[in-house]
């Protein structure tokens, strides 16, 4: 597995709640790209507010956040039922933000087994990220 899906995945799960945030992320992204000066506007600039606006509107990473939240809460739905180890783990880890102490202290870990149980979940929804599309390999 990619170190950028590692992250992505992480970061999806940390926010999986409030996607807003990332939404945000977005936003600003493209605020930041924005060229709001007259000589830019006479111009013809392609980075006016109004195309910054549509871009923004169309962009690929907003639907990729909606789709990445939509399939994680489905997933979380299933390892409830089918990993119930997963599921608690996600659950303390990414969406209560625990400390990994208070983390292997709840679950009974110690350091080496709670690094493999994050790298499992870790690797299981990149597994079926794959699976549902979200994540072209190539």
């Given amino acids: 597995m990619k170190q950028d ?9 940390y926010h999986l709640y409030e996607p807003e945030v990332l939404v945000e992320d977005v936003r600003q992204y493209y605020i ?3 060229n709001l000066s007259p000589s830019a ?3 013809g600039s392609s980075n006016t507010l109004e195309n910054q606006i549509v871009k923004m509107m169309d962009s690929k990473q907003l639907k990729e956040i909606q789709e990445w939240v939509e399939f994680l809460k489905n997933l979380l739905a299933f390892l409830k039922q089918e990993k119930p180890r997963f599921y608690g783990f996600i659950r303390l880890k990414y969406l209560r933000k625990r400390t990994d102490e208070d983390i292997k202290s709840v679950m009974q870990l110690d350091t080496k087994t709670f690094r493999e149980l994050k790298k499992e979940v870790i690797e299981c929804i990149y597994i079926k990220a794959i699976l549902e599309g979200l994540i072209k390999e190539g």
């Fill in 32 to 34: 930041d790209r924005m």
């Fill in 41 to 43: 506007w006479l111009r």
């Fill in 5 to 13: 899906y590692y992250r992505k995945i992480e970061r999806y799960l």
